[in-house]
């Protein structure tokens, strides 16, 4: 687990602050954007975040 861009769905007011987050924890966030570079939704409204990870060391954590 971790060689590959973990996606993290977020509601987007949310979104800045989960990434400060995410880069404090170094995390390495990243917002998918579509083709025209706008963030890319899901079917539900929300944005998606990559964390691009070599392993994922505290995945129960980063579960809740």
Known sequence: MGHFPLPV???SYGEQQLCRLFKK???NPILRLDE???PL???NGNNI???HL???PFPEELAT
């Open 49 to 51: 975040i990559d964390l």
């Open 41 to 43: 939704t899901t079917d």
């Open 54 to 56: 070599d392993t994922i």
């Open 36 to 38: 025209d570079g706008r």
């Open 9 to 11: 769905e977020v509601v």
């Open 25 to 27: 924890h170094n995390l």
